[in-house]
Antibody, heavy 119, light 106 residues
């Protein structure tokens, strides 16, 4: 049974760096083909893909946010960490981590964590 | 960046009716197109991947079709639990999502 759960601050100030952790179980991020991605959703708006890390440590980023994002993994802890610098109120959103299935889409999602950016 | 445009923005239907949702890509994505369902306060759920393959546990009333730039999600007969927002997503070039179609009760 695959599960994922996001954790991190619920409130950050403008210009600060956000660090979110995705802790997962039921799969290994050292298994070929596996990936974990981050997707966010501002209140009442659409989903926006942010980043993905593969089992072999290959990484992909959204072009529009690439300069602000860093994704890393700790295979021994079953965790993936997303950092986003220079936070702004427009970054207020629910942030989800998700398991990328072999076909490439996201078949298991965490419950999401709401991050508010405000002074 | 590949842009996905979904139509209509809102679909008002009654239970038992057929729902047809559209997703158009700004350039060809081959068949690398998925559909998700999202209910209020919940994470998205994968329904269809590779344009026409149902994900595990998805009822047969959900079907997907299309290739290249034009795709369709069809719900053959709406059940009460199907009223939700639906997103398409491409994985041909990184990943992007459409803006969503809300299926609401008429």
């Amino acid at each position: 049974q695959i599960t994922l759960k996001e954790s991190g601050p619920t409130l950050v100030k403008p210009t600060q760096t956000l660090t979110l952790t995705c802790t997962f179980s039921g799969f290994s991020l050292s298994t070929g083909g596996v990936g974990v991605g981050w997707i966010r959703q501002p209140p009442g708006k659409a989903l926006e893909w942010l980043a993905l890390i593969f089992w072999d440590d290959d990484k992909r980023y959204s072009p529009s946010l690439k300069s602000r994002l860093t994704i890393t993994k700790d295979t021994s802890k079953n965790q993936v960490v997303l950092s986003m610098t220079n936070m702004d109120p427009v970054d207020t959103a629910t942030y989800y981590c998700a398991h990328r299935q072999g076909a490439g889409d996201y078949d298991y999602w965490g419950q999401g964590t709401l991050v508010t950016v405000s002074s | 960046e590949i842009v996905l445009t979904q139509s209509p923005a809102t679909l008002s239907l009654s239970p038992g009716e057929r729902a047809t949702l559209s997703c158009r890509a700004s350039q060809s994505v081959s068949n690398y197109l998925a559909w998700y369902q999202q209910k209020p306060g919940q994470a998205p759920r994968l329904l269809i991947y590779d344009a026409s393959n149902r994900a595990t546990g998805i009822p047969a009333r959900f079907s997907g079709s299309g290739s290249g730039t034009d795709f369709t999600l069809t719900i053959s007969s709406l059940e009460p639990e199907d009223f939700a927002v639906y997103y398409c997503q491409q994985r041909s070039n990184l990943w992007t999502f459409g803006q969503g179609t809300k299926v609401e009760i008429k």
